[in-house]
């Protein structure tokens, strides 16, 4: 499902309550440095039509409308959210959009959280690293412990590397949140040792303030995909809700 805005929502997420997405990559078509198994924007080939981004006076003249007309209308917004058609830190102008999403948020909804998913790519680039500091939800995603099975599952461009992600994301003292998708392929499953222990570590290794488990949802590109249900996600995470880790689980 293409975003064919800039600025759409909100919409009611299962995770962040009433969400105003903000998308930063091409509004006609799909651009990241992931095509994961997954993607309800289905696969990175067929999204290929359009590559033009958004500038960030584009982003700040869609966002300052949109927050004006939710205001007057008396719309709620819990979660202004950068998710969209892709990574949205590819985006160069980034840094600068986080600054006038800030500056907007405070404006017009004081009360509302700035949230960022991402799948921690650019993190070791300083200038997104310190942009991504200045937001209440960093939300970083790590599907899997090693490169093989990150590629089983996330398919990253050439020169992913899992332990260059998790130095930079070291960055953050564990003040982020760590998203992770829970599901069944037929060359991946979350539940099994090689997976499930490798990324428990990393999660005793990074110790964010928060662990974000969730699964399928919506129609995936890769199809024969299997969701977990909230209580087999919630048996497997047991044993790092018991050391004390913060788990929000979501099916």
């Not at 960030?56 to 300052?64: I, K, N, S, T």
């Not at 969209?84 to 800030?102: K, R, S, V």
Request: with cysteine; glycine share 6%.
């Amino acid at each position: 499902m293409i975003r064919e805005e800039t600025v759409f929502g909100p919409i009611r997420s299962r995770r962040l309550g009433s969400s105003l997405g903000i998308n930063l990559l091409p509004t006609q078509g799909k651009l990241c440095n992931f095509d994961c198994i997954y993607c309800e924007c289905g696969w990175n080939k067929d999204g290929r039509n359009d590559t033009k981004l958004p500038t960030a006076e584009d982003v700040r003249q869609a966002l300052e409308t949109k927050l004006k007309q939710c205001q007057l209308d008396d719309v709620a917004i819990d979660s202004i959210t950068f998710s969209g058609d892709g990574e949205p830190t590819l985006n160069p102008d980034f840094p600068q959009i986080i600054d006038d999403t800030i500056r907007l948020r405070d404006r017009y909804y004081p009360d509302s959280k700035i949230t960022v998913l991402s799948n921690a790519t650019m993190v070791h680039k300083p200038e997104v690293f310190a942009a991504l500091r200045k937001v209440d939800n960093p939300t970083m995603k790590i599907d899997a412990p090693t490169n093989e099975l990150i590629e089983s599952i996330n398919h990253p461009a050439p020169g992913y590397d899992i332990n260059k992600v998790l130095e930079a994301l070291k960055q953050f003292g564990g003040d982020f949140i760590l998203q992770t998708m829970f599901l069944r392929s037929k060359n991946f499953d979350s539940s099994k040792p090689e997976a499930l222990n490798g990324w428990m570590d990393i999660v005793r290794l990074l110790r964010p303030r928060e662990v974000m488990v969730y699964t399928i949802d919506r129609p995936t590109p890769e199809e024969c995909l299997q969701k977990f249900t909230v209580e087999e996600m919630r048996q497997i995470v047991q044993p790092l809700i018991d050391e004390g880790f913060t788990i929000q689980i979501k099916g």
